[in-house]
């Protein structure tokens, strides 16, 4: 759940040998994070670059079940917490209002000559995992994408970190 403060990120490999260093390094930091850590390999994926950072999450309301969260991603939504929140399930619509309802919308829209985002990928992401989490609810507690990338519009969106808590059955 910690792996950037335990150290358990390696951005920019280029070779093999790269890898086999970053996973010794990430090893090593995440048992002096955490003694008890249980360590079941580890994920090389393509470094995803030139999108804007969004995330998106699924909560439980034991009143009102599933909740949906949308906003400015990465390490932003800790400092700004710029989020929009509703309901499960959501449409089309909804999805788009959560998208115009943050601060962020002005970097999905592009942003001092960048180009737009892909808009219409994200608000299919929205309504899926709204959709997913109705379907879900009482197996999935939690879900946390973030980063979600949205690249350039017509190229759709590539989750770079995603976290699901299952429930205990």
């Known amino acids: 759940m910690h ?49 804007v950072e969004t995330i998106v999450g699924v909560s439980y309301d034991s009143q009102l079940g599933p909740v949906l969260l949308f ?17 499960c399930p959501i449409n089309r619509e909804d999805a788009l209002e959560m998208i115009g309802e943050v601060k962020g919308v002005g970097l999905l829209r592009g942003f001092r000559g960048a180009p737009p985002a892909d808009i219409d990928a ?30 350039q519009a017509g190229q759709g969106v590539v989750a770079a970190d995603a976290l699901a808590v299952l429930a205990d059955q």
Do not use: C, W
């Open 3 to 51: 792996k950037t403060e335990a150290g358990g990120i390696r951005l920019g490999l280029h070779t093999p040998d790269d890898v086999r260093q970053a996973f010794g390094e990430v090893t090593n930091n995440a048992l002096e994070y955490d003694r008890n850590a249980t360590i079941d390999g580890a994920l090389v994926q393509q470094m995803i670059t030139g999108g």
């Open 71 to 87: 906003g400015t991603g990465g390490v932003m939504v800790e400092i700004y917490n710029d989020v929009a929140l509703r309901l």
């Open 122 to 151: 994200l608000a299919d992401v929205l309504v899926s995992v709204s959709q997913m989490a109705v379907s879900l609810e009482g197996r999935l507690t939690e879900l946390d994408i973030n980063p979600l990338m949205v690249l």
